[in-house]
């Protein structure tokens, strides 16, 4: 994170030489808000709201050679954690692409002794706050498998790096490979299926959506084996996206459509709410208006009973953009004017201003 960021420590976690007994001592960072202390012991998780532009800091006393896996679920807002040494030093960036829901896991090992930090932190542009559920899944001394776990995650955020610049983007693919048969060798299937999908980006990115599709493919069969319908669901999203890539529309509507009730079979009402109004700009796309305005309509019905404002504006924003699009001017200006007054109750001055000029424009007419 940027170090110009303001950071508030709160507590120590201690660690006892004759007891296996982890403290992690949390603070609520905010550049808004005084500190709010937390405090997480083994079995007992911390729960916290956060916003964008906060950051949460976490300090573990630590001896050498542990093994910690963090276990951090997110409910409605995508948090990236980020785990550095006692001398500073970054040991690596964790964030899966989950969407603001999901689980994900933080696994590292201690090379010295001393206080590690653990920032939490969002770049969500949404003003509400969304909470996360931190807590130990696992702490004990490093054993030969652990050292196997901790070397295929530090290759995937070494492939995560190389692919995020275009020069080195190809030089990922066989670090991810690497990486993937030590999951595979270890039977990690959710590991498997991240890294598969991480690979699907990389190819994605260099343009190659055979090969793309292909990792993706394999990553889906994953979490259909295991259950996971978040996964699945973000998938056929991805395949719905290269398809209308492809001027596919009517393949990337179909994976559209698939993808929606594996969001209700994952109870992620708002990811299920925000392909509906995906479904609707698909069928705009089609030029099926009628059924595109169903979806639009059950996407605001859903909007309004999940207490979420800014969802609720990103849904009336979008019909109206869908009822301009039919040559519904009054219409357009009754949900555009709806969205605005929330977004400016949510402070969000960038959405604003394109709505603003949005409606100026359809007034102009």
Same mark, same amino acid.
């Given at each position: 994170?940027?170090?110009?960021?303001?950071?508030?420590?709160?507590?120590?976690? /201690?660690?006892?030489?004759?007891?296996?007994?982890?403290?992690?001592?949390?603070?609520?960072?905010?550049?808004?808000?005084?500190?709010?202390?937390?405090?997480?012991?083994? $079995?007992?998780?911390?729960?916290?709201?956060?916003?964008?532009?906060?950051?949460?800091?976490?300090?573990?006393?630590?001896?050498?050679?542990?093994?910690?896996?963090?276990?951090?679920?997110?409910?409605?807002?995508?948090?990236?954690?980020?785990?550095?040494?006692?001398?500073?030093?970054?040991? $690596?960036?964790?964030?899966?692409?989950?969407?603001?829901?999901?689980?994900?896991?933080?696994?590292?090992?201690?090379?010295?002794?001393?206080?590690?930090?653990?920032?939490?932190?969002?770049?969500?542009?949404?003003?509400?706050?969304?909470?996360?559920?931190?807590?130990?899944?696992?702490?004990?001394?490093?054993?030969?498998?652990?050292?196997?776990?901790?070397?295929?995650?530090?290759?995937?955020?070494?492939?995560?790096?190389?692919?995020?610049?275009?020069?080195?983007?190809?030089?990922?693919?066989?670090?991810?490979?690497?990486?993937?048969?030590? /999951?595979?060798?270890?039977?990690?299937?959710?590991?498997?299926?991240?890294?598969?999908?991480?690979?699907?980006?990389?190819?994605?990115?260099?343009?190659?959506?055979?090969?793309?599709?292909?990792?993706?493919?394999?990553?889906?069969?994953? /979490?259909?084996?295991?259950?996971?319908?978040?996964?699945?669901?973000?998938?056929?999203?991805?395949?719905?996206?290269?398809?209308?890539?492809?001027?596919?529309?009517?393949?990337?509507?179909?994976?559209?459509?698939?993808?929606?009730?594996? /969001?209700?079979?994952?109870?992620?009402?708002?990811?299920?709410?925000?392909?509906?109004?995906?479904?609707?700009?698909?069928?705009?796309?089609?030029?099926?208006?009628?059924?595109?305005?169903?979806?639009?309509?059950?996407?605001?019905?859903?909007?309004?009973?999940?207490?979420?404002?800014?969802?609720?504006?990103?849904?009336?924003?979008?019909?109206?953009?869908?009822?301009?699009?039919? $040559?519904?001017?009054?219409?357009?200006?009754?949900?555009?004017?709806?969205?605005?007054?929330?977004?400016?109750?949510?402070?969000?001055?960038?959405?604003?201003?394109?709505?603003?000029?949005?409606?100026?424009?359809?007034?102009?007419?």
């Amino acid at each position: 994170m940027n170090n110009n960021r303001n950071r508030f420590l709160v507590n120590k976690l /201690w660690l006892s030489a004759f007891v296996s007994l982890l403290v992690f001592v949390g603070a609520n960072c905010s550049r808004n808000s005084s500190p709010d202390k937390n405090h997480l012991t083994m $079995g007992n998780p911390v729960t916290n709201k956060i916003m964008n532009d906060e950051v949460h800091t976490y300090t573990a006393e630590l001896e050498k050679g542990q093994f910690v896996n963090l276990s951090v679920e997110q409910r409605d807002v995508d948090v990236i954690t980020k785990v550095f040494t006692p001398t500073g030093e970054l040991i $690596g960036e964790f964030d899966t692409p989950t969407s603001g829901r999901g689980t994900e896991a933080v696994r590292i090992g201690t090379d010295a002794a001393g206080e590690y930090r653990i920032d939490i932190y969002t770049l969500s542009e949404r003003a509400e706050p969304g909470e996360y559920k931190l807590e130990i899944a696992a702490f004990r001394p490093i054993t030969e498998r652990d050292q196997k776990i901790i070397s295929a995650v530090k290759l995937h955020q070494q492939a995560d790096i190389l692919r995020a610049k275009p020069e080195t983007r190809r030089e990922s693919v066989p670090v991810y490979e690497n990486a993937l048969q030590i /999951w595979r060798e270890l039977g990690e299937t959710s590991d498997e299926g991240n890294t598969l999908r991480a690979m699907g980006f990389a190819f994605q990115r260099m343009g190659e959506l055979e090969k793309a599709k292909e990792h993706f493919g394999k990553g889906l069969e994953i /979490w259909e084996k295991t259950g996971d319908s978040r996964s699945a669901a973000f998938t056929h999203i991805i395949f719905g996206v290269i398809a209308k890539k492809q001027n596919d529309l009517e393949k990337g509507l179909q994976e559209d459509l698939k993808a929606q009730p594996l /969001w209700e079979k994952a109870n992620d009402m708002p990811e299920y709410t925000q392909n509906l109004v995906r479904i609707g700009n698909d069928y705009i796309k089609l030029q099926n208006n009628a059924e595109a305005l169903k979806y639009f309509e059950q996407a605001l019905e859903n909007s309004r009973r999940l207490e979420r404002k800014s969802i609720q504006a990103y849904v009336l924003s979008e019909c109206g953009n869908a009822q301009a699009t039919v $040559g519904n001017k009054n219409e357009a200006l009754n949900f555009y004017k709806q969205s605005l007054a929330l977004w400016k109750n949510l402070k969000q001055d960038k959405i604003v201003v394109t709505l603003e000029e949005k409606i100026s424009k359809l007034e102009a007419n």
